[in-house]
């Protein structure tokens, strides 16, 4: 095909990227918006002539003729302080923003927790700002799950949300599982008198995490209660929940911590006690964050839940529903596993 000459300055057109690759310009323009409609040798053409010629779609045209901006929300209801204090949040918005800016989507953070941010957030996603949303949303009277059955805009949320699943896209880890699997090694290694540093009881991963372990060490309701102290999912928390802990069972020999950030604090507490770990006291986390685990005195054992793999898969379902795919509501729960080190 006769590709017409261009002037040296003018900006690469559609038009001429369709000439250049041997295609009509509705088949690049296809290529364009990801249409599925198109060959992967006209995909391949197409990408290599846009290259070759530099060329820059005009995102404000190609909005008003998509009605796509381009961009996607991630967005998390919790305080300021929480989210950049943990490196656990840390690792998931940058997961996030790789994987989206591999699709080519610009990511929005916005952070959520008083009541007036959460009506802001509200109207920004019911304004068509953003193509989608990736939601943290734990707690138990959060008011944005709802947002997913009331707007039309695709949304994926990052562990099960409070309340009824109709309507609602998530990605989950095996809370109750990953429990089950820490205090069953911990009764393995011949302790009896295993406690828990929990998470809040108004995040349901925490509950989970709470359920299996009370399942694996088989526990009534007056123990589990005596047994049991909120760490609030922080180093701080963590510390004074395992002297609390201390205090209450002083003959204690294990405890399960329902997050690695926790288990840091429970080992400073233990060792402020004179307790000895693994000797005296076994203790398992949960998470295996490489800039935790590996990093305690001793290093950590615990259940490691793959946070990288939790966001790509919300970064797949979303595109998904983004291409009209896959309508029906799932909830994907993935699997995890005990890693083995010093501290039990």
């Keep these: 095909m006769h590709v017409p000459p261009r002037q040296p300055d003018a900006r690469p057109t559609l038009e001429d990227v369709a000439a250049r690759a041997g295609v009509s310009r509705a088949t690049a323009s296809r290529v364009l918006n990801a249409s599925p409609r198109v060959s992967p040798e006209a995909k391949d053409a197409v990408t290599a002539a846009?290259?070759?010629?530099?060329?820059?779609?005009?995102?404000?045209?190609?909005?008003?003729?998509?009605?796509?901006?381009?961009?996607?929300?991630?967005?998390?209801?919790?305080?300021?302080?929480?989210?950049?204090?943990?490196?656990?949040?840390?690792?998931?918005?940058?997961?996030?923003?790789?994987?989206?800016?591999?699709?080519?989507?610009?990511?929005?953070?916005?952070?959520?927790?008083?009541?007036?941010?959460?009506?802001?957030?509200?109207?920004?996603?019911?304004?068509?700002?953003?193509?989608?949303?990736?939601?943290?949303?734990?707690?138990?009277?959060?008011?944005?799950?709802?947002?997913?059955?009331?707007?039309?805009?695709?949304?994926?949320?990052?562990?099960?949300?409070?309340?009824?699943?109709?309507?609602?896209?998530?990605?989950?880890?095996?809370?109750?599982?990953?429990?089950?699997?820490?205090?069953?090694?911990?009764?393995?290694?011949?302790?009896?008198?295993?406690?828990?540093?929990?998470?809040?009881?108004?995040?349901?991963?925490?509950?989970?995490?709470?359920?299996?372990?009370?399942?694996?060490?088989?526990?009534?309701?007056?123990?589990?209660?005596?047994?049991s102290a909120c760490g609030g999912f922080t180093r701080d928390g963590g510390r004074r929940a395992m002297a609390e802990l201390l205090d209450r069972v002083p003959d204690l020999d294990a405890v399960f911590v329902a997050s690695d950030l926790m288990a840091a604090g429970a080992l400073q507490a233990l060792r402020d006690a004179g307790r000895r770990v693994p000797e005296d006291v076994a203790v398992v986390g949960f998470d295996d964050h490489p800039m935790i685990a590996p990093h305690t005195d001793p290093p950590l054992t615990t259940v490691r839940q793959d946070a990288v793999s939790q966001v790509r898969r919300m970064v797949q379902r979303l595109h998904r529903l983004l291409c009209g795919e896959d309508p029906r509501p799932k909830r994907e729960v993935l699997p995890v596993e005990l890693v083995r080190r010093a501290s039990a």
């Design 50 to 227: 846009m290259a070759a010629l530099g060329y820059q779609p005009n995102q404000a045209a190609r909005t008003l003729v998509t009605r796509r901006t381009g961009a996607i929300a991630v967005v998390f209801s919790e305080p300021e302080a929480k989210i950049f204090d943990d490196p656990h949040f840390a690792r998931v918005i940058s997961t996030a923003a790789t994987e989206l800016s591999a699709a080519d989507n610009q990511m929005v953070l916005l952070l959520v927790h008083s009541p007036e941010e959460q009506r802001r957030v509200r109207r920004f996603l019911s304004g068509g700002h953003v193509d989608g949303a990736l939601m943290f949303t734990p707690h138990r009277e959060d008011p944005l799950p709802a947002l997913a059955r009331e707007l039309p805009l695709p949304m994926v949320f990052g562990g099960r949300p409070w309340g009824s699943l109709r309507g609602i896209h998530s990605v989950d880890n095996d809370n109750e599982g990953g429990a089950v699997l820490a205090t069953e090694h911990l009764v393995g290694l011949g302790r009896r008198r295993i406690v828990t540093v929990a998470g809040p009881e108004d995040e349901l991963s925490a509950v989970h995490r709470m359920t299996g372990w009370r399942t694996a060490a088989g526990l009534d309701d007056a123990t589990a209660a005596r047994w």
